[in-house]
């Protein structure tokens, strides 16, 4: 489920968050990257403080003067019906755009499998 679609080519890293690995991609770009160095932080917490937010896996910024662009990739439950996983792209989508300074934000979803075959 893709509220939006736009792919982001960046470089990725992984890191360590609630005891779980998650891959992490972001890109800055623009003048504002510099800028704000604690917005992908307010971000990552309004996206993951989204009730059915497993994980954010994967972020990129893009920053047109003091506006940011987010694309953000986030893990549900594998369970989860379709109107739920809508419901918590919406709520994330809600939570970023209630970052200051981001005036866009794509979210695709990702299922979270529990078999780990």
């Known amino acids: 489920i ?40 307010r971000i990552r917490r309004a996206a993951a403080g989204v009730a059915g937010v497993e994980a954010v896996t994967h972020m990129a910024l893009h920053f047109v003067r003091d506006q940011c662009a987010v694309e953000l990739q986030i893990e549900v439950d594998e369970d989860v019906k379709v109107h739920e996983a809508r419901a918590i ?5 809600e939570a970023v755009l209630g970052v200051r300074g981001v005036v866009r934000a794509d979210i695709h979803l990702e299922l979270l499998s529990h078999d780990y075959d």
């Open 2 to 41: 893709t509220l939006t679609s736009s792919p982001s080519p960046s470089p990725s890293h992984e890191v360590k968050e609630n005891g779980k690995t998650n891959t992490h991609t972001h890109a800055l770009t623009g003048s504002a990257a510099t800028e704000d160095h604690d917005i992908e932080q």
């Open 89 to 93: 792209s919406r709520g994330v989508r």
